[in-house]
């Protein structure tokens, strides 16, 4: 059976994405949400000088916006794709070249980016909402 080339890279694509989502983050959905759920009830200053983006797995994308209603935090969690090494087994095994910038632990980098808010009332945390895929 023979593959014509775009059957190939979406075969290569979905084989990218699949794995990429078959990856979990190290902390779960649930533990970072309870993480940020401790803040509530806290100063705006108190969450700044406490808050560990790193521990969630995120790094900070800019400064925090800080408003009287609320607390903002841009971050972004850096994830690596592997990626497959897909053969031709009618034709023999040769690889695929894929022209892909490839990191030097042997995937694909990403950087999947979200927003934690944490709502104000008088300069205390009243709730945490957060937006993007990732949080």
Not at 9 to 23: N, T
Not at 64 to 87: C, D, G, N
């Amino acid at each position: 059976m023979q593959f014509s080339y775009p059957q190939l890279s979406l075969g290569i694509l979905a084989s990218i994405l699949i794995a990429g989502c078959a990856h979990s983050p190290s902390t779960s959905q649930t533990d970072r949400e309870a993480y940020l759920q401790q803040f509530i009830g806290q100063s705006s200053q108190l969450i700044d000088q406490t808050l560990d983006l790193k521990r969630l797995g995120y790094q900070q994308v800019s400064g925090p916006e800080l408003s009287a209603q609320q607390l903002s935090y841009a971050v972004q969690r850096p994830i690596t794709i592997p990626l497959p090494v897909a053969q031709f087994p009618a034709a023999g095994t040769g690889t695929v070249p894929i022209p892909v910038s490839v990191s030097p632990a042997g995937g694909y980098d990403v950087k999947l980016q979200c927003k934690i808010t944490f709502l104000l009332k008088d300069n205390i945390a009243t709730a945490v909402r957060t937006t993007g895929r990732t949080c």
